[in-house]
């Protein structure tokens, strides 16, 4: 069992996004509660139809940033 805060809800991302019979709904819904603040947002940008450019612009981050962002939460998932 993990320890610390971060990898608890690393495991629970992990979890959720290889759960199959769940309603897809239902799975963002519950990823969106695990996953970091700022993945969050970003998830949440990104589920509203908002390209990466543009859910860059709206965080007012870099358009890299947001490729290491869901680059990070797909390797999460794939360490399960």
Same mark, same amino acid.
């Given at each position: &069992? ?8 690393? $495991? ?6 290889? %759960? *199959?019979? &769940? ?6 819904? !519950?990823?969106?509660? &695990? $996953?970091?603040? !700022?993945? !969050? %947002? ?11 450019? *543009?859910? $860059? ?5 870099? !358009?890299?940033? &947001? ?5 990070? *939460?797909?390797?999460? $998932?794939?360490?399960?």
């Amino acid at each position: &069992v993990p320890k610390s805060p971060g990898a608890r809800d690393s $495991a629970m991302l992990t979890a959720l996004l290889h %759960e *199959e019979d &769940v309603d897809p709904s239902d799975q963002l819904r !519950r990823l969106l509660a &695990v $996953a970091a603040p !700022r993945t !969050r %947002e970003l998830i949440s940008l990104l589920d509203q139809g908002l390209s990466r450019k *543009e859910a $860059a612009r709206a965080m007012d981050i870099s !358009r890299s940033t &947001v490729d290491v962002l869901l680059y990070r *939460e797909r390797k999460k $998932a794939q360490r399960r």
